[in-house]
């Protein structure tokens, strides 16, 4: 079982920076995927970023690919999310999420993780 917590969210003008952090509880194994997904109002979860634990090896969606950098702390079970150069398209409520499937495949689709987060507001004002 893990358990995640984000924190990090908040108000931020258009152009400006947040980092987000995702702290998990419980047996990382190195085989897992942690991931970032994001929920807009009236709109479905869609997916951020990921990284594979084993290898920090990393992918994005491309509407972050250069703004957004997910990272690691193993020691600390911790992941990262920093996001920069942000959007009002960006607001959302952000979560965490751990993917159990092996293999380093660029999992993106919410039902490929199993353990989510309570998530964390981001509002961007414009």
């Known amino acids: 079982q893990v358990q995640l917590v984000e924190s990090g969210g908040g108000l931020v003008q258009h152009g400006g920076s947040l980092r987000l952090s995702c702290v998990a509880s419980?047996?990382?194994?190195?085989?897992?995927?942690m991931g970032w997904f994001r929920q807009a109002p009236g709109k479905e979860r869609e997916f951020v970023a990921a990284?594979?634990?084993?290898?920090?090896?990393?992918y994005y969606a491309d509407s972050v690919k250069g703004r957004f950098t997910i990272s690691r702390d193993t020691a600390k079970n911790t992941v990262y999310l920093q996001m920069n150069s942000l959007k009002p398209e960006d607001t959302a409520v952000y979560y965490c999420?751990?993917?159990?499937?092996?293999?380093?495949?660029?999992?993106?689709?919410?039902?490929?993780?199993?353990?989510w987060g309570q998530g964390t507001q981001v509002t961007v004002s414009s």
């Open positions: 999420a751990t993917s159990r499937l092996l293999g380093l495949v660029r999992f993106t689709h919410q039902n490929e993780f199993d353990y």
């Open positions: 419980g047996r990382i194994f190195s085989s897992y995927t």
């Open positions: 990284i594979w634990w084993s290898s920090g090896g990393t």
